[in-house]
């Protein structure tokens, strides 16, 4: 066997994908040696409990709760710890000491990323980050290398696996929402604190990681418009699935064009989209992105957006980058110098909107609402009368109007304006279509 230099790696945090991580360390020592040319010795694991169970059987004498004594002499760093604290300081701890980082922890990115990347630039060290979005996909080199002499215009799909799991499931099986939400759980879906997945938190820190890369310019957590999925009920669902469609958090990243001033606009919403388009067959933990550019079209990146395993994948092609790196010699290649393009506010944007209301069933009606729209100026794409037969809004008339495409701040002005209508009960429900 050639006889390889010896690269040492810190591995931070044991939990769904650290335990993947080290486990793949160790198993395929061989196979890494001879494609690095480095023998990646796993010098340690920092956890918080030595006495937690784990997904996957560990040397004890690997474990440690020293995580800073662990990264001093390290060649790679690998922080799967997650959150802002401690991680942003054993990351700057180990860049401070000439170690490459490999992380996939969007939520500091999202809003400590300038920080961190100018420290790696003012030492020399690489950070990398294939797995803080979309998990097992490649997005981020893409993004960063191949797409770079591009002009990307937008970026649309499903960036978080757990709310693609629990909706799906709500659609495909009928699953209520905090079954559905357990069995994410089990899989390695979730974050550690689940509200950061169900209100959307997390998708909107990867959008943030999206744009930054895709418009060259700073765009932290801060400027994404963000609504979870909370609010999404089995009757929304269901409804959607009548009129032909499916119920998808997504993350959408766009170059706006006003008065021929420049913008961006970042959001993350619940938004229905056809049965027909692609977005629609992406089920259970999968994410799949569509990245729109100038001069190379439309392109699709689908697979894995969430789990241990697959996760461990993205990260291990990093340590593989670094490995290379460090036996090359040279510095890391840091991110392209960042702008401050502006970001617009949601009510810039334009949509199409489709508004559920429960109205009293008699004449005049239909005529009121056509003009609160119209008023509004905002225009009907579709409508649709039905009697309610059973439950609280029973001999009402559920009102599903399909709007064309209109501003924002004019649809949901319309919207409260209908809120506010005599006529109109209740407003069942406003989602964005999205797709079409
Ligand atoms: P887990 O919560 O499953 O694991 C976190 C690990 O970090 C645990 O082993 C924990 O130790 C350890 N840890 C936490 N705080 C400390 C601390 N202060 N000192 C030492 N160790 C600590 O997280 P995941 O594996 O799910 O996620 C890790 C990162 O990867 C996160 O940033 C996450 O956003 C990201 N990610 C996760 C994906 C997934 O599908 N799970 C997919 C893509 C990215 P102990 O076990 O002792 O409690
Ligand atoms: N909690 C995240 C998700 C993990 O569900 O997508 C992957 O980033």
């Known amino acids: 066997m ?18 993947q991580v080290a486990n793949l360390l ?23 409990d030595l006495d937690a169970p784990r997904d996957v059987e560990l040397p004890r004498e690997l474990l440690t709760t020293d995580a800073s004594e662990l990264i001093v002499g390290s060649d790679i760093v690998i922080e799967l710890m997650g959150g802002i ?13 000439g170690a490459d980082v490999v992380t996939g922890n969007k939520a500091l ?3 400590h990323g300038a920080e961190i990347f100018d420290v790696a630039d003012q030492v020399g060290a690489s950070v990398s980050y294939e797995a803080a979005v979309a998990g097992a996909i490649p997005i981020i080199r893409p993004l960063k290398d191949s797409l770079a002499g591009d002009r990307v215009t937008r970026i649309f799909g499903i960036v978080n696996g757990s709310t693609n799991y629990i909706l799906d499931r709500m659609d495909r099986d009928g699953l209520a929402a905090d079954e559905a939400m357990r069995i994410a759980a089990e899989l390695g879906y979730l974050e550690a604190d689940p509200t950061l997945d169900v209100e959307g938190f997390d998708a909107a ?80 933990g999968n994410n799949a992105v569509f990245v729109e550019a100038e001069a190379a079209g439309a392109l699709m990146f689908y697979g894995a957006g969430a789990g241990g395993i697959e996760t461990a994948s993205a990260i291990m092609g990093d340590v593989v980058s670094a490995a290379r790196r460090h036996i090359a010699g040279g510095v890391g290649v840091g991110e392209s110098p960042r702008g401050t393009v502006p970001v617009a506010p949601i009510g810039r944007i334009e949509t199409r909107y489709q508004i559920r209301l429960e109205v009293a069933d008699q004449p005049g009606v239909l005529e009121t609402v056509a003009r609160v729209v119209r008023e509004g100026g905002v225009s009907v794409a579709a409508l649709e009368q039905t009697t309610i037969e059973s439950g609280e809004g029973a001999g009402r008339a559920q009102l599903v109007i399909g709007t064309h495409r209109a501003k924002e701040q004019a649809l949901s002005d319309t919207v409260r304006r209908l809120a506010e209508s005599d006529v109109v009960e209740r407003v069942a429900s406003v989602l964005r279509v999205e797709g079409e």
């Open 205 to 284: 820190q990867k959008a943030a990681i999206l744009a930054s890369l895709a418009f060259h310019t700073k765009v932290s957590i801060d400027d994404v418009h963000r609504e979870g999925i909370g609010s999404v009920t089995a009757e929304m669902i269901e409804s959607a699935r009548r009129a032909g469609y499916v119920v998808k958090l997504l993350a959408v990243c766009e170059r706006l064009q006003e008065d021929g001033e420049e913008s961006i606009s970042v959001r993350v919403y619940p938004a229905l989209i056809s049965r027909e388009h692609p977005l629609a067959s992406v089920h259970g």
């Open 26 to 48: 160790l198993e395929r020592a061989d196979e890494l040696a001879e494609r690095t040319g480095a023998r990646l010795e796993l010098a340690g694991i920092a956890v918080r």
């Open 2 to 19: 050639t006889d390889h230099r010896t690269l040492r790696v810190a591995l931070l945090g044991a939990g769904s994908v650290g335990s």
């Open 85 to 97: 604290e401690p991680a942003r300081t054993f990351i700057l701890e180990a860049l401070g000491s």
């Open 109 to 111: 990115l999202a809003t």
